[in-house]
């Protein structure tokens, strides 16, 4: 059962955000960066997901995105994500995601943010050139740019970075009535910060996530489960109120 206040908000905002971390795409088969059997475990952060990592080895850094987007091209969007993307109907509601899987637009939203990128683009570290790049698993490692032949990189946020969309992130971000705070363990700036800004400008904050995390303290609404269970379970009911 959902609380009835958490009904009577969701039934009256028109603006809507999600902030989406790695466990939105748990039930899709990608693992988490965090805890037992994480991503990050085994892999040594400071080699594969910095500047200095890349440049000392670019094979190593591509052989694990190489495995990455191996995985990734094998996992569908589950129901949290496609619910989310039917609630673009319902609601103006923008997607503001860690995730670089690529998952939401898969899954048919539109008003998508990716802070941290997205694995299906590279970048020539030479000339700068963006492109998607959907082979898989990739030909030649290190990849090359077909224009200059300089280095591609994943067109991904690395430790020490700046992410994409900042500023977009935080006017949705300040003009939200309700935000949703999905699958994030909410440790990774500037992305934890917007729960708390988005709480500050009097959005209800609903979290999800099956473990506690510093947006716990202070969210309005919290369903301590797995995403598909707690959208399937939001969605019906706004759909039956709305009948
Ligand atoms: P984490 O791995 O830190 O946290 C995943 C969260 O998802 C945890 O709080 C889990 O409890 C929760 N979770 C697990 N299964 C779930 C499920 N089925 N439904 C809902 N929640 C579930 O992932 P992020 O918070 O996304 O950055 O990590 C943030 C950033 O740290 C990533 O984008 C990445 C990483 O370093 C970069 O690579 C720049």
Not at 11 to 20: D, G, I, P, R
Not at 73 to 90: F, G, S, T, V
Not at 110 to 127: P, Q, S, Y
Request: charged fraction near 20%; proline fraction near 5%.
């Amino acid at each position: 059962m959902m609380s009835d206040s958490l009904l009577n908000a969701l039934l009256h905002a028109k603006k809507v955000v999600t902030l989406t971390g790695a466990g939105i795409s748990a039930e899709s088969g990608i693992p988490t960066f965090r805890g037992a059997g994480g991503l990050w475990e085994g892999y040594p952060v400071e080699k594969v997901a910095t500047v200095e990592g890349f440049e000392k080895d670019p094979q190593l850094v591509w052989r694990f995105y190489n495995e990455r987007r191996v995985n990734i091209a094998k996992a569908a969007p589950n129901d949290a994500h496609i619910i989310l993307a039917k609630m673009e109907k319902i609601y103006d509601l923008w997607i503001i995601t860690q995730n670089i899987d690529g998952l939401h637009q898969k899954a048919g939203s539109r008003n998508v943010v990716e802070l941290h990128g997205n694995i299906w683009r590279v970048r020539c570290t030479n000339c700068g050139r963006v492109e998607y790049n959907y082979e898989v698993p990739l030909r030649e490692i290190p990849p090359r740019c077909k224009r200059c032949g300089g280095l591609l990189r994943p067109d991904v946020v690395w430790f020490g970075e700046p992410v994409y969309d900042i500023n977009k992130a935080y006017q949705l971000t300040e003009k939200c009535e309700i935000m949703f705070v999905i699958g994030t363990s909410a440790q990774v700036y500037p992305a934890a910060y917007l729960p708390r800004a988005a709480w500050s400008h009097g959005a209800k904050i609903v979290e999800i996530n099956p473990q506690e995390t510093p947006v716990s303290s202070y969210a309005d609404f919290i369903f301590r489960e797995s995403a598909t269970s707690a959208m399937r379970k939001i969605y019906q009911a706004i759909q039956e109120a709305s009948q």
